[in-house]
């Protein structure tokens, strides 16, 4: 288990290394945070507690994306998705049933065990925003991001495979 509130000093958005991340994230579902901090909490707390803007939800990797959850998940402008494991995929299809299935416009956040070598990845899928672990250096992420300039899959950013793109142009 997680420390119970967590804030990470490295923040990627929108590919660019972010000045600030004003945004903890807090693993305690009994209790709210201190208010120095906006703060993800856990979903039902987040529920009982939204109309407080500081607070956003944080999904764990498990979650159901039920029709109703999904309303109110729109109704904030942003929302975290946990990463247990760097092993624990669970999140990439959250993230991406948010924004194509459900039409997500708002920020997704990935937080917890996020690697450099995922966020290729975390943004195929949606994400916006990836919150580094701290052992992980922000200018090898900033690399990590632009690695790869052409890809074969579809995904959120580009809906056509490589072959499809060539075909259209021949």
Known sequence: MPESLIHAHHLIRQGELADENAWAVSYNAEALPPEQLPAFVPL???????????LAPLLTSDAELTAELVAQLKQSPRLAVDFP??????????????????????????????????????????????????????????????????????????????FERRLKSH
Do not use: H, K
Not at 44 to 54: A, G, H, K
């Open 44 to 54: 039902t707390l987040w529920q009982e507690n939204r109309e407080d803007s500081e």
């Open 85 to 162: 494991a760097f092993t624990d995929g669970r999140g990439y299809t959250l993230a991406r049933l948010l924004r194509e299935r459900f039409g997500y416009q708002g920020e997704i956040r990935a937080v917890g065990d996020v690697l450099v070598d995922q966020l290729d990845y975390m943004r195929r899928c949606g994400f916006d925003a990836m919150a580094l672990r701290d052992d992980q250096d922000p200018e090898d992420a900033l690399r990590a991001l632009s690695a790869f300039s052409v890809r074969y899959q579809p995904d959120v950013e580009e809906r056509t495979a490589l």
